[in-house]
């Protein structure tokens, strides 16, 4: 998906299917998330690489 910022996000495997989707974008030294409710417009978190290993295999267990 193209949230117009030039990045191609992708909708997470996670997300429902009522329209609670949350998109992630990788860039060399980050990954960024965001909720699709807030749109275009709406903000990332971003956080580097190695602390979004640690968070995704934290949610994993």
Do not use: N, Y
Request: proline share 2%.
């Amino acid at each position: 998906m193209d949230f117009c910022d030039g990045r191609t996000w992708r909708k997470s495997s996670r997300s429902g299917e009522q329209g609670e989707c949350v998109f992630v974008a990788a860039e060399a030294s980050s990954v960024g998330v965001r909720d699709s409710k807030e749109g275009p417009a709406g903000a990332a978190l971003w956080v580097g690489r190695g602390d979004w290993a640690l968070l995704t295999r934290h949610l994993s267990r």
